[in-house]
Structure formats: C-alpha cells, structure tokens
C-alpha cells in the first residue's frame, strides 16, 4: 500500500518508498492503516496471552518436578532474635505445626574466613589431581624428581588446609549451638517432612509484625549467594536503594557519552579527517549512504557493549540478590529499560538531551509530536541496527573469549587441554547470561512494533534476527556453555510484562507518526488506533495475575 502511493515519487529510495513517508496519503489509505493497527494490536494481545497460558503449564509442571529437599523447604528471612539458632527456629515451628512435620531447621551463618579457606582447599585438591596427572604422565618417578617433589608439596597443603576448615567449622557450629549473634544471621531454612506441610507453612502469617518471618521458596542450592543472605533486612533496603541510585547515576553518565560517541563517529566526520576516504567516496558515492548507517550503528553498538558489564558489577555487588537467577532477571529488567533508552529513543538524544527535556517539560503532550517528527525518518537507522545485529548470534557461537582464555592458559601456563577448558569457563555471566539475551530479544521486539506501522519492511529483518538468535542460543546454552541456573521461567515471565508494558505504549506513539504527518480527515481513524493499543495494554495485563505462580 506504502509502495503504491510513493512509486512514483522521485524523492524516494527504494526501501522508503515501503515507508509511510512525510507525502500526504489518500483518506482511505490511511483507514486502512488504522484498522491493520488494530489487526496488529488485536494479533499481538492474543498470541501474548496463548504464550502466557502455555508457560502457566509449563510452571505449574516444573514446580511439580522441584527434587527435594528444596520441594519441602521454605527460605525464611527477618527472624527474630531469640529464635536465631538452629534449635530455637526448630522449636518455633514444630509448636506452630506439630514436631512429626518439621524435619530440620537451619540458620545461615556468618562464617568469616571459612568460605575463603574451603575456596582454597578446593582449588589445593584440583592441584594434586593435576600434579598427580603430571607426575604419572613423567613415568612416576621417585627421588628428588620436580614432578615428585611438586605432588608432596600439593597433598601436604591439602592435609593443612583441611585440618584448619575443620578447626573453624567447629568453632562456628559451638557459637551456632550457644546464638552467638555474630554469627547467627535473620535468615534460614526449615525442612518440612511433605511438601504439602511447606505449602501451608508459606501462606501463613506468625506473629503480629508482617515483617517478621517472612516465608518464600528458597533458590537452587547451587545458585545462591551465600554472602548476601547473611545481610540484615534493614542493611538488605539500604543495599537495594544504594544499588538503584548507582544505576540511574550510569545512565544519567552514560546520555552524554552515547550522544557524543555518536556524533564523534558518524561517517561524515570521518571524512573530515580522513581526506583519502572523503575523495573514496566522492569517486563512488554509493559508499556514502552505506557507510552512513554502518559506522552510527557501530559506534552504538559497541559503545552499549561496556554497559552489560557495568550494570552487572552494580546487582551483583550492591543490590541485596540472594541468587545468580535474581541477578540475572534484575539484568534483564534494567538492561531492556536501557537498550530501549538508548537505542529506540536515539533519536531523541540526537537533537540534543537539554533541548528534549526542557521541550517535554514545558508540554508533556509534546513527546508524542516529537516522536512523529524523528520516528518516520530514524526507520532505516534501525534497518541497519537489525541486519548489523545478525553477525552477534553467529559470532557468539565461536564462543570468543572463551577461546581466547582456552589458548591463553594453554600457551602462557603450559596446561594441558583439560586443564585449560576448565579455567577457561565459565562465559561472561553480564554480556551471555539470560539476563542480557532477553533484554535484547525484548529490545528488538518493541523496535520491531514501534516500526511495523509505518515502516513494515521491518518484519522481515526482526524475523531473520530473531530466528538466527533462537537457533545460536538453543545450541549455545544445551550443547557449549555452563550450565545456566534454572529460573523456573521467572525471565520469561518478566519477558512477557515488559513487552506488555512497554511495546503497547510504544505503539501509541506510532500512531501519532502517522495521524501528526498526514491529514486531518484521517486524523481520527489513526489516533483511535492509539487507544485500541491502550486497550490492548489491559486485555494483555491478564499475564500480571500470573506474577505470583
């Protein structure tokens, strides 16, 4: 429909005349646009609210299949202080339940520098296999033999270091049986023997202040942060706040970084300053346009590379996470708002970030004026952002800088093969976790149905990204990588709030891209297409009632 009306415009490239373009449209053009807008919205709402009724199934069932005992168990936080041992939280249920219910309780301790010495017996045992390995592979010789003298030297440190891990695990279970404070933390388990026993524990309130016994279900043993449960539900807060003011701190550092990057590289003032590349393209000028978008879309990409990396550091290390699933859905969260910032409103930064928000300031209604002016013309920027984003998953399967650490260790340390692949693993968890993956899949999506109105070849690249994702990744994270914590679908679920938050509302700025630039008759099909998206916000906020599952 777009092409028919602009083929014959001499203004156009090929790809805009695709586009709604800025030319006034035919009346009945634009009705139809509004209508295939609600296809679009009514299409979306539907397909959003099947996926969410499968992945209901798909929860219910894995919380069936929860191996014991974390199926039994229940994480229990903010425990008051004369119930802070392993037998006093003990007593505590078995007078609320009976004593055949409660298998064991158990309060996390803070251990000092035990975590730190089991760390270092772990690693002296993986140094005698692999003295051991070296000293067999020389043909186990005795005497004075570096290989020899190597193995002694390791099982010794071994011997030391497990007589001092079991020193202090009796001086913390001693200060455990008398509720030293000092080690005796607010947070802790209780087994119960069915786990019908720790459904009904968890929905139960125990003493008049909600705060106090706060009853959840507990992480995979494997995936907590043991550090962190150690934390006080007062420090827990502060950590949490102090965690989310250094996030809006990096975005507030990170606008002006992004804009000026961003006009720093962009091709024109390449050429500025290299004069052969400017007479390179004055030879061929079709270099111009495709170098044009190639170099912006670059210059963002690999400037938002770092970000992943800083944001992680900042949930990992000040936010009061008690697992590395947490970590990674609080990575999705905040990592999707600022793909979504960054890259979908770049065009907004462009014009300048003090300008922008003295302008919204002033008139909030004019964002979506503004949006209808730079909208439409910013389509081929992400064209090129998309198609650029096809050699991400094809790159990620070379798997790189475990490849890189593999022939590191391999050359540098002289390692054997195995050796090398074992510390060359994990992959990076802030840039190949789920968290990121999703925040990008989530990025390219809402880019994908901001455009889809006015530009609908963008169906086509998101379509060709998304697939190339969804195959790299399904081998990436079965076959190659570590194995990835298991979140119980807690990243798809989030997945599927943000969309509904987010894209509906971004499609009614779409709307205005197309009711602003074209005529008034047509103004009120296009714009009660914007209210059919709201109301698809709401028919899709059904997803929320199954936050709690």
């Not at 009945?28 to 959003?48: G, Q, R, Y």
């Not at 024109?268 to 061929?284: C, F, I, S």
């Not at 998304?466 to 298991?486: H, I, M, N």
């Amino acid at each position: 429909m777009h092409y028919q009306a602009h083929k014959n415009s001499k203004m156009l490239d090929m790809l805009s005349t695709f586009d709604i373009g800025r030319d006034p449209l035919p009346d009945w053009m634009l009705w139809v646009h509004a209508i295939m807008v609600w296809f679009v919205v009514s299409a979306s709402s539907w397909t959003i609210a099947v996926a969410q009724e499968h992945f209901t199934e798909k929860r219910y069932q894995w919380l069936k299949d929860i191996p014991f005992p974390r199926a039994n168990t229940v994480l229990v936080r903010n425990i008051p202080p004369m119930y802070r041992s392993d037998s006093a939280l003990q007593q505590y249920f078995s007078n609320v339940f009976n004593d055949d219910v409660i298998e064991r309780a158990y309060v996390v301790r803070r251990t000092g520098r035990l975590s730190h010495q089991v760390a270092a017996l772990r690693e002296a045992r993986l140094q005698v296999v692999h003295a051991k390995q070296h000293w067999e592979d020389a043909g186990s010789p005795e005497g004075n033999e570096p290989e020899k003298v190597n193995l002694i030297r390791c099982q010794k440190r071994v011997k030391l270091l497990t007589e001092e891990v079991a020193s202090a695990q009796r001086r913390v279970k001693d200060a455990v049986a008398r509720g030293d404070p000092l080690v005796c933390t607010s947070t802790g388990f209780v087994t119960f023997n069915t786990e019908l026993a720790s459904r009904l524990a968890s929905r139960e309130q125990y003493t008049r202040d909600v705060t106090n016994f706060q009853i959840s279900m507990p992480p995979d043993p494997h995936d907590l942060i043991y550090e962190n449960l150690a934390d006080q539900e007062m420090n827990s807060a502060g950590w949490n706040w102090a965690g989310v003011a250094s996030i809006w701190g990096v975005f507030t550092l990170w606008v002006p970084f992004v804009v000026l990057i961003s006009s720093w590289t962009t091709f024109g003032a390449l050429q500025e300053n290299l004069p052969r590349l400017k007479a390179l393209v004055q030879e061929h000028p079709w270099l111009d346009r495709m170098l044009t978008g190639v170099f912006a879309t670059i210059a963002l990409k690999v400037f938002l590379a770092f970000l992943p990396t800083a944001l992680y550091l900042i949930i990992r290390n000040l936010m009061s996470v008690k697992s590395t699933t947490e970590v990674q859905i609080l990575m999705q969260r905040w990592y999707g708002l600022f793909l979504v910032m960054f890259v979908l409103l770049v065009t907004f930064l462009s014009r300048g970030v003090t300008l922008t928000l003295v302008s919204i300031a002033q008139k909030p209604g004019r964002i979506f004026s503004l949006l209808a002016d730079f909208l439409p013309s910013a389509s081929h920027f992400y064209f090129n952002y998309i198609i650029l984003g096809w050699t991400v998953p094809v790159l990620e399967l070379i798997r790189n800088s475990n490849f890189w650490k593999f022939h590191a260790f391999r050359w540098f340390f002289s390692m054997s093969m195995q050796e090398a692949k074992e510390y060359g693993e994990p992959e990076d968890p802030a840039s190949y976790g789920v968290g990121a993956r999703m925040a990008y899949s989530l990025l390219i999506a809402a880019i994908t149905f901001t455009f889809c109105s006015c530009s609908p070849l963008i169906f086509v690249f998101a379509f060709i990204s998304l697939t190339l994702s969804q195959a790299t990744y399904t081998y990436l994270v079965v076959y190659a990588e570590t194995k990835k914590p298991d979140t119980g679908g807690g990243a798809l679920g989030q997945r599927h709030q943000s969309f509904v938050s987010g894209d509906h509302n971004l499609h009614f700025a779409d709307d205005w891209c197309a009711s602003d630039a074209q005529p008034k008759p047509a103004v009120a099909g296009t714009t009660l297409s914007g209210h059919c998206r709201f109301a698809g916000l709401c028919c899709c906020a059904m997803s929320g009632r199954y936050a709690g599952i």
